[in-house]
């Protein structure tokens, strides 16, 4: 498949880079700064563009058969500022001059419903985190409504915690909701989720909670 990568110098994005290329798939990386990427390949594109701009952004997008986000706030300061609905709507806007349908971007658990079988502890966890992290969580909601109204098939993946520990490939889902007693995922683990769910109909248009 012809994919094209946003954020691709973080964390997730970066994975999404790699195991795509490792798949076979032509990868267009979308940054501002091609010397953060230390990914290669002989399937691998790097444009560089401002993410501000949509109109820089559709020479990226256009023909591809996926676009797959890892587009976020990296703290509360750039939460504050709707970092990650400001640029999902740029993403949306190029997406939907182009008529690129399929879309998945990261999300994050509490943005979804409760899980259910979850106990006391894991729900008095959850509203510790959803308090201290408000900022950021009200921020991807608006990320996911901008989304819902959009043209784009589109999927939300919700992951709890995340860590930098190897890929697994063993993780739950939750179409509409949330892995009961779900705590962590590698990042290395949503990116391969996200790969793996372009191609699945029932994610789209949906949240998906995604955890080991």
Same mark, same amino acid.
Request: no cysteine; hydrophobic share 50%; aromatic share 2%.
């Given at each position: ?8 110098t ?7 880079v ?7 798939h ?10 953060? +990427? &230390? %990914?290669?390949?002989?399937?691998l594109v790097?444009h560089? #563009? =401002?993410l501000?701009?949509? /109109?820089?952004l559709? @020479? $990226?997008?256009?023909g591809r058969?996926?676009?797959?986000s890892?587009?976020g706030?990296?703290g ?11 640029l ?10 182009e008529r ?14 409760a899980?259910?079988g ?7 966890? +959850? &509203? %510790?985190?959803?308090s ?5 969580? #009200? =921020?991807?909601?608006?990320m /996911?409504?901008?989304l @819902? $109204? ?16 190897p890929?697994t490939g063993r993780?739950?889902t939750?179409?509409?909701g949330?892995?009961p ?5 590698a ?12 191609d ?6 949906q949240g ?5």
């Open positions: 498949m012809k994919l094209t990568v946003f954020g691709a973080g964390g997730i994005g970066r994975e999404i790699r195991q795509a290329l490792a798949s076979g032509e990868v267009t990386a979308v940054v501002r700064d091609p010397t953060r +990427l &230390a %990914v290669t390949g002989e399937r790097v560089r #563009a =401002d501000a701009a949509p /109109e820089t559709r @020479a $990226a997008v256009t058969d996926a676009v797959l890892g587009l706030a990296r509360r300061a750039d939460a504050a500022t709707g970092v990650a609905a400001r999902t709507r740029s993403v949306l806007t190029a997406m939907e001059a690129v349908r399929r879309l998945l971007v990261v999300s994050a658990a509490p943005v979804g419903p899980a259910e979850d106990g006391v502890l894991d729900k008095a966890v +959850l &509203a %510790v985190i959803s201290v992290l408000k900022d950021v969580y #009200a =921020d991807l909601r608006v /996911e409504s901008a @819902a $109204a959009s043209g784009t098939d589109w999927t939300s993946v919700r992951p709890p915690k995340l860590t930098d520990k890929l993780y739950r939750v179409v509409g949330n892995p007693r779900g705590r962590t995922l990042r290395a683990d949503v990116a391969h989720a996200m790969l793996a769910m372009i699945a109909p029932a994610t789209v248009k998906v909670g995604v955890a080991y």
